[in-house]
């Protein structure tokens, strides 16, 4: 079955940088878009940006400039390379197929303190 776990949240202060990874497995991950997702408290989970499987990206306007997606194949994993992070990035970041599968892993607590 999918699993996806997700790594590499943190307390950090505002202005620095975190990179999130998720190893994926249960599909054939280089054959869909991967995408990171977060969801901060009270608000509905919200797409951050995609990677297709030729390796084109899309971001949310509010993460444009400052976050970076990637993918290894060859390791089933998505990255998230976040720079430059603000308090209102604080939120639970998932990764997920994009369009997402009906499953969620557990995600990883980002908080950015200012």
């Known amino acids: 079955q999918v699993q996806l776990v997700e790594s590499g949240g943190g307390l950090v202060q505002a202005g620095g940088s975190l990179r999130h990874s998720c190893a994926a497995s249960?599909?054939?991950?280089?054959?869909?878009?991967m995408g990171w997702y977060r969801q901060a408290p009270g608000k509905e989970r919200e797409l951050v940006a995609f990677?297709?499987?030729?390796?084109?990206?899309y971001y949310a306007d509010s993460v444009k400039g400052r976050f970076t997606i990637s993918r290894d194949n060859a390791k089933n994993t998505v990255y998230l390379q976040m720079n430059s992070l603000k308090p209102e990035d604080t939120a639970v970041y998932y990764c997920?197929?994009?369009?997402?599968?009906?499953?969620w892993g557990q995600g990883t607590q980002v908080t950015v303190s200012s």
């Open positions: 997920n197929k994009y369009p997402a599968f009906a499953s």
């Open positions: 249960g599909f054939t991950f280089s054959s869909y878009a």
């Open positions: 990677i297709t499987s030729g390796g084109s990206t």
